[in-house]
């Protein structure tokens, strides 16, 4: 696919439309038996920046309609649990957001735009958590399902390869997010996106029991690593990081003796894997890696601000909500708040500080509520090695990159999800 679309870009638009056709046509056709529509959601959000970047989307937020659909469908066949209320509170809280923006936002923005812009990500986590929050599935379907959500962002990596094959130039640009190094996309979702792809790649290493497959899987997560890194963005990749130590901190205090050495075993030859990687692209930027993540410039001076920015952003959002504390400024009006206060035209970041502006006092007990069911859900279950990493990666995502894609809604979601291992359900007759 990576090599199709790079040589006729605009094949990309046909696939990303064969794509959907091809699994509404499977989801269907299987009645949702193996929750098929949650292996189309992870497909498709793992391939709506890959498809964005190459010009395939029929208008900005298709990956995240795409992703609603399909769990829609998924639950007119397999339902929702009768749990799932909170969710349901969720989603009627971003109402009133709505009604306070018709009257708050300028003449000059289009409404529809604004507040499609702005709630697409909120809606998609929760028709996300509405699908999975109690939902039983095998542990051989949900890991059919993190394949789905894999196989397009090793596309995505390719496609890389393919767009910068030499970098040499490129990584000598500077300390600052570099576009070149990202297919000319935005640095900051393609290194949301290869730190999600490095971390399934590098859990499937002790999840998948195949030395062949552990060896590709290996080869994969240096390449993936790789191209996360040399985006200059860091948000991805110490988010990456993050995550693996989680889920790798479950894991290993559920396994037996024998299984906790062969673990360190394995974490180790990953950890060489790593540094080699890193040392290959300290080498190859003169150091310039090395600044970017002590947080200096190309001149090696240390910088003030470590959020590149963000703290400012997050900071005229908390003043909104502080002025507006009942039902905030309106879905969309926080960019406006921002550019009449401060003259900086520029969407948010973080998707915390956007909810408790634009949705007041509703915003912070939406928060409340994404924050601590999936914590009790957590308590009472624990049988998902996936959950602290994937609940990580959400809360890590939303903080520096808002949900301007469906991956860190739809992850959310597969944290909820009830994981049924067949083996001890055998009934020996």
Request: proline share 3%; aromatic share 14%; hydrophobic share 50%.
């Amino acid at each position: 696919m990576a090599y199709v679309v790079y040589a006729f870009r605009p094949a990309s638009q046909f696939l990303l439309l064969g794509v959907i056709v091809f699994f509404l046509f499977y989801v269907v056709i299987r009645g949702n038996r193996n929750n098929e529509a949650l292996m189309a959601a992870a497909y498709i959000a793992g391939a709506e920046v890959f498809f964005r970047m190459t010009g395939g989307m029929i208008f900005y937020e298709t990956g995240k309609y795409a992703v609603i659909l399909f769990l829609v469908i998924g639950m007119f066949y397999k339902g929702s649990s009768i749990k799932s209320v909170p969710f349901w509170i969720y989603l009627l809280i971003l109402i009133p957001g709505i009604v306070v923006a018709s009257q708050t936002l300028s003449y000059e923005v289009v409404f529809r735009k604004a507040v499609a812009f702005n709630l697409s990500g909120p809606v998609c986590l929760g028709v996300s958590a509405l699908y999975c929050y109690y939902k039983k599935i095998t542990a051989v379907q949900f890991n059919f399902v993190l394949l789905m959500l894999l196989l397009p962002l090793v596309s995505n990596m390719v496609y890389l390869y393919l767009y910068t094959p030499d970098l040499g130039e490129a990584l000598m640009s500077g300390t600052n997010s570099n576009y070149a190094t990202s297919g000319g996309y935005g640095p900051n979702q393609i290194s949301t996106v290869m730190g999600m792809g490095a971390l399934l790649l590098c859990t499937r290493l002790f999840v998948i029991k195949n030395r062949l497959i552990n060896i590709i899987d290996l080869v994969l997560f240096g390449l993936m690593s790789y191209r996360a890194i040399v985006t200059f963005s860091r948000g991805g990749v110490l988010t990456a990081i993050i995550c693996i130590i989680c889920f790798l901190f479950i894991l290993y205090y559920k396994q037996t003796p024998r299984e906790k050495s062969k673990t360190v075993r394995k974490l180790g030859l990953i950890s060489i894997a790593a540094f080699g990687i890193w040392l290959f692209i300290s080498v190859a930027t003169q150091g310039l890696i090395n600044y970017r993540y002590t947080n200096r410039n190309a001149a090696g001076e240390l910088e003030e601000d470590i959020t590149t920015g963000r703290t400012e952003l997050i900071v005229t959002e908390l003043q909104g909500f502080y002025y507006n504390p009942v039902v905030g400024v309106g879905v969309g009006k926080a960019k406006e708040y921002r550019e009449e206060e401060t003259g900086i035209e520029t969407a948010s970041h973080n998707e915390i500080s956007r909810l408790l502006s634009e949705h007041g006092l509703l915003g912070l007990l939406a928060i409340l509520i994404l924050i601590f069911v999936p914590l009790l859900f957590w308590l009472k279950f624990k049988n998902n090695y996936y959950f602290l990493a994937f609940v990580a990666f959400w809360f890590l995502t939303i903080n520096h990159s808002a949900m301007r894609i469906a991956l860190p809604a739809l992850v959310y979601g597969l944290a909820l999800l009830y994981i049924v291992d067949e083996k001890k359900n055998i009934i020996h007759r």
